[in-house]
């Protein structure tokens, strides 16, 4: 009994991170968020829960080293989900140096504290903003970008966001989800349902 006292009082600051983070996990209604972001001009969250919000911008050679993931165009929504885990991949390693993020750990508890390390809820945000640039440059044929979801309550478990997205013919729906892998990596893009359901990579 000692130890599960020990180990919920050891956790406490980060349920309470997470509580406050759900609470806040609309981010696009803030001010200091770009909501109709293009790769000249986004917002990009750190710090848990968007707490710094930086304004950035990319070169034109910078967003090449991006856009040609989708070069040769999809041939299907699959090749399409490919195209954008890589790109998102891409957006991460660019924007890591211009925001002192590139070591951000996969997760949360163990890097917790850590400098430029990133939440769920910055890394929805973030990943949300990607795709709609994505978007705005007409990158975009097989899928559109959609709000953010959370899943979870702290007496079902712990509260989680990710982007998302949804796949124009079939509507198939599905979650983003940049938070389970370092800076840098392949978000995982798994069908909406199955990530609501309690998803995680194994």
């Not at 998302?164 to 983003?176: F, G, L, N, T």
Request: hydrophobic residues 40%; aromatic residues 10%; charged residues 20%.
């Amino acid at each position: 009994m000692y130890f599960i006292a020990n180990v919920i009082i050891k956790r406490l600051p980060v349920i309470l991170l997470m509580f406050a983070s759900q609470i806040n996990a609309d981010t696009f209604v803030r001010d200091d968020i770009i909501t109709e972001p293009d790769y000249r001009h986004f917002s990009m969250c750190h710090a848990h829960g968007c707490k710094v919000v930086e304004q950035l911008s990319l070169t034109d050679t910078q967003w090449q080293q991006i856009a040609q993931y989708f070069q040769p165009a999809a041939q299907s929504a699959a090749q399409e989900r490919r195209q954008i885990a890589d790109a998102i991949a891409e957006f991460e390693k660019i924007i890591g140096v211009k925001t002192n993020t590139s070591e951000d750990k996969a997760g949360l508890f163990e890097s917790m504290g850590s400098a430029g390390q990133l939440d769920c809820i910055d890394e929805s945000t973030n990943s949300t903003t990607y795709l709609l640039i994505l978007q705005q440059q007409g990158l975009l044929t097989w899928h559109e970008p959609m709000a953010h979801v959370t899943r979870g309550f702290f007496i079902f478990g712990w509260p989680h966001s990710a982007a998302a997205m949804r796949e124009k013919q079939s509507k198939i729906e599905y979650a983003v989800d940049s938070w389970f892998e370092d800076n840098g990596e392949r978000p995982h893009i798994i069908p909406l349902s199955q990530w609501r359901s309690g998803w995680s990579p194994k």
